[in-house]
C-alpha cells in the first residue's frame, strides 16, 4: 500500500514519537512535580523555559540545538569527549530536539494534576507512616494518572507532527531522519503530490483519532469524577 | 501524669504562636478558641506537619522535637483526623482503613481493625468508594484510619466542623465511645462549646496565639472572665447523677452538689452519671421564694461575683453549695435586686440541657 520509502518514514517516526514519550515522562515528571510543589523564586524562569516551545519559531529552537550540538558548540564538546561524535543529522539528535520541543505539552498536564491533588492528602498519607517516596508512589501518581495519559498522547502527537526543529536538527536523511513530516515536503517539492498525500492523509487520521481519543476520556474521567 | 510537652514559638504571616503546654496522658484534651487563634496550628505542629523555627516536643517521654532533631510526621506514633477527612479517592474504604495499618510493623499493632471497624459502625461501607459515602460516614471512616495505625497519641481537627447538625449527632456518639473504649490520649480540636462540653475531660483555651487558661471543662466554663462561650452561648457544665424519674409526668431528676432539677424524661438509668448544661440566659434571679410560677426548677444560691456583660447586662456567678452556676440579667435588675456578693437569692431555671 505505500511505497518502501514513505513506510520507512512511517517507521522512523513511530520509534521516534515512542523514544521522545518515554523520555519525557522521565524528565517531565520530576519538573513537574517540582513545579507543582515548590514555592521557589526560579519557579517562573523554569516554567518560562519551559513554555519556550509553545511562542517560539521552531527553527528558532533548532537554530540554536544545532549550534550546541554542533562540532563546537558546547554540547557538541561533550559529545565528542565521551566519543559519541556529534548529535545533528542523527537519530539521537532527532530525539534530544523533540524533547525540547514537546517538553510542555507533556509537563503542563502532569504539573496540572500534581496541583490539583494539593497538599492534603499527601499530609494525611504522612500522618500514616507513609514516606516521602510511598506518598509519591501511592498517592500523587494514582491520583495524576489522567495527567500522565493527557501528557503522554500530547507529547506523541506533537512529536509526530512537528516538522521545522526535525528539518534543522536531523535534516533530511532518508531511514535515519527522514520523518513523515519532512518526507511530505520533500514529495510535494518534488511534485509528487500522490505520494505526499498518501502520507497526509494518514497524519490527519491519525492527530484526528488521537484528539479524538483524548477529548472521550478527559470527558468520561470529568464524568466519573462529578 | 504528662503525656505530652510542647513549646512552640513561631511567627507565622500576621500571627505569631507562643505555647507552653503539658497535656494530661489520659483522657480527651480540647484545644478550644476562636477562629485564628492558633489550635491547628499547635495541632499540626505536633504533628510535625508545619515546623515552628522554635519548638520542643516529647510524647510519652520520646523526643519528637529540639533543638537538634525534629522526627518526620510518617515516624511519629501518631493519628491524625482531618476536618475535610480526607481519603484516600482512588481507595475503596477498606484500603482507605488498610493504607495505614500495612505500614506499621505487625509487633506494634495494638489496636484491632475489625474493633475499629466496629466502634465506629462502618461494617456495611467496606467496599465504598469515599465519593459514594455521606459526610458523617467519610469522617467515621477517617477516624477508624487514623485508628487503625495504633497511634500513641490521636489528634483531632475539628472532626465534625465540616457536618451539619444532623450528621453531627450521628457521628458524636462514636466519639463519646472512643473515649470510653481507648487508653490513648486525644487532643481535640474545637471551636463548639457543646462538643467540647461533651467530650473534653482537659481544656486548653486559646486566644491569639497564646493559651489563655486551662483546666478541666467544669471549672473554666463557670468562669466568667473567659471567652469560652461568647454573647449567648455562655454557660455552666454540671456533672450529675440521675435520682429518679417521674413517669406520670414524664420527667426526670438529676442531683449534684447542692441542688437538684427535673428535665424532661431521659433515657439513663437511675444512678447514671450525666452532663448539664444550664446557660446563663435560662437563668434568672428573684430575692424571694416565687409561688404561682411555671418554673419548676427553683434552686437557693448565694451570689460570688457579679461581672459586667456588654452596655446594658451583668453576669452574675452563683454558688449553689458546692456547684457553680451563672444568671445573665440585665444592669438594672442588679440595682433593683440590690445583687452583692454574699446575697442569698432565689436561682430560677428556665431550661436545662442534657448532654
Not at chain 1, 519551559?50 to 533548532?62: E, Q, R
Not at chain 2, 484491632?112 to 465504598?128: E, K
Not at chain 2, 481537627?157 to 470510653?180: G, I, M, S, T
Amino acid at each position: 500500500m505505500f511505497s518502501a520509502a514513505n513506510l520507512a518514514a512511517i517507521v522512523l517516526t513511530l520509534k521516534l514519537a515512542s523514544v521522545v514519550t518515554l523520555l519525557l515522562l522521565l524528565i517531565g515528571t520530576p519538573i513537574a512535580w517540582w513545579l507543582a510543589n515548590t514555592r521557589s523564586w526560579l519557579k517562573p524562569p523554569v516554567e518560562a523555559v519551559v513554555a519556550l516551545p509553545f511562542v517560539l519559531p521552531p527553527s528558532v529552537l533548532g537554530f540554536y540545538l544545532l549550534v550546541s550540538m554542533g562540532p563546537n558548540g558546547p554540547v557538541g564538546h561533550v559529545t565528542q569527549a565521551l566519543g559519541l561524535g556529534t548529535l545533528p543529522f542523527t537519530f539521537a539528535g532527532l530525539v534530544v530536539g523533540s524533547v525540547f520541543y514537546s517538553l510542555p505539552f507533556v509537563v503542563q498536564p502532569i504539573q496540572n494534576a500534581f496541583a490539583a491533588i494539593g497538599p492534603g492528602l499527601l499530609e494525611a498519607a504522612a500522618t500514616l507512616r507513609a514516606r516521602p517516596w510511598d506518598r509519591f508512589a501511592t498517592v500523587a501518581l494514582p491520583l495524576a494518572r489522567p495527567g500522565f495519559v493527557t501528557a503522554a498522547v500530547l507529547g506523541f502527537a506533537h512529536t509526530v507532527g512537528e516538522f521545522g526543529v526535525v528539518l534543522m536538527v536531523g535534516g533530511n536523511i532518508p531511514g535515519r531522519t527522514q520523518v513523515v513530516s519532512v518526507q511530505i515536503y520533500d514529495h510535494v517539492e518534488a511534485l509528487e503530490y500522490a505520494q505526499a498525500h498518501e502520507l497526509a492523509i494518514v497524519l490527519m487520521a491519525f492527530s484526528f483519532a488521537t484528539l479524538l481519543l483524548l477529548y472521550a476520556v478527559n470527558r468520561r474521567v470529568a464524568a466519573l469524577g462529578a | 501524669m504528662t503525656a505530652l510537652v510542647a513549646r512552640f514559638r513561631h511567627c507565622y504571616p500576621g500571627f505569631g504562636l507562643d505555647v507552653d503546654v503539658r497535656l494530661p496522658a489520659r483522657g480527651v484534651t480540647a484545644l478550644f478558641g476562636p477562629s485564628g487563634s492558633g489550635k491547628t496550628t499547635l495541632l499540626r505542629l505536633i504533628a510535625g506537619l508545619e515546623k515552628a523555627a522554635d519548638g520542643y516536643l516529647t510524647v510519652g517521654g520520646a523526643v519528637w522535637q529540639d533543638a537538634n532533631h525534629f522526627v518526620a510526621t510518617h515516624v511519629r506514633p501518631l493519628g491524625y483526623v482531618f476536618q475535610d477527612a480526607r481519603l484516600f479517592p482512588h481507595l475503596d474504604v477498606q484500603r482507605n482503613l488498610e493504607y495505614g495499618l500495612r505500614r506499621v510493623p505487625p509487633a506494634s499493632r495494638r489496636v484491632s481493625l475489625d474493633g475499629v471497624i466496629d466502634l465506629l459502625g462502618i461494617g456495611p461501607l467496606m467496599h465504598r468508594k469515599p465519593d459514594r459515602l455521606s459526610g458523617g460516614e467519610r469522617q467515621r471512616v477517617a477516624i477508624a484510619r487514623a485508628l487503625a495505625v495504633s497511634p500513641s497519641l490521636l489528634l483531632m481537627d475539628e472532626p465534625l466542623a465540616a457536618l451539619d447538625q444532623a450528621r453531627k449527632q450521628e457521628v458524636l456518639p462514636y466519639l463519646e465511645r472512643l473515649h470510653d473504649a481507648l487508653e490513648i490520649p486525644v487532643v481535640y480540636v474545637s471551636h463548639s462549646i457543646d462538643e467540647v462540653a461533651r467530650l473534653a475531660d482537659h481544656l486548653l483555651v486559646l486566644d491569639a496565639g497564646r493559651v489563655s487558661a486551662q483546666g478541666t471543662p467544669a471549672e473554666l466554663m463557670a468562669r466568667d472572665d473567659l471567652h469560652l462561650a461568647r454573647g449567648d452561648e455562655i454557660g455552666s457544665l454540671i456533672e450529675a447523677t440521675v435520682a429518679s424519674h417521674d413517669d406520670a409526668y414524664q420527667l426526670t431528676d438529676v442531683v449534684f452538689p447542692g441542688g437538684r432539677v427535673s428535665l424532661p424524661r431521659q433515657a439513663a438509668a437511675v444512678g447514671e452519671r450525666v452532663r448539664i448544661r444550664i446557660m446563663a440566659r435560662d437563668v434568672s434571679l428573684t430575692l424571694a421564694a416565687q409561688t404561682g410560677t411555671s418554673i419548676i426548677n427553683i434552686l437557693l444560691a448565694r451570689v460570688t461575683r457579679i461581672a459586667e456583660a456588654g452596655p446594658s447586662q451583668s453576669l452574675v456567678a452563683l454558688d449553689l453549695g458546692g456547684t457553680a452556676i451563672l444568671a445573665r440579667v440585665t444592669r438594672k435588675s442588679v440595682d433593683a435586686l440590690g445583687l452583692n456578693p454574699g446575697l442569698a437569692v432565689h436561682a430560677q431555671i428556665k431550661g436545662v440541657a442534657i448532654l
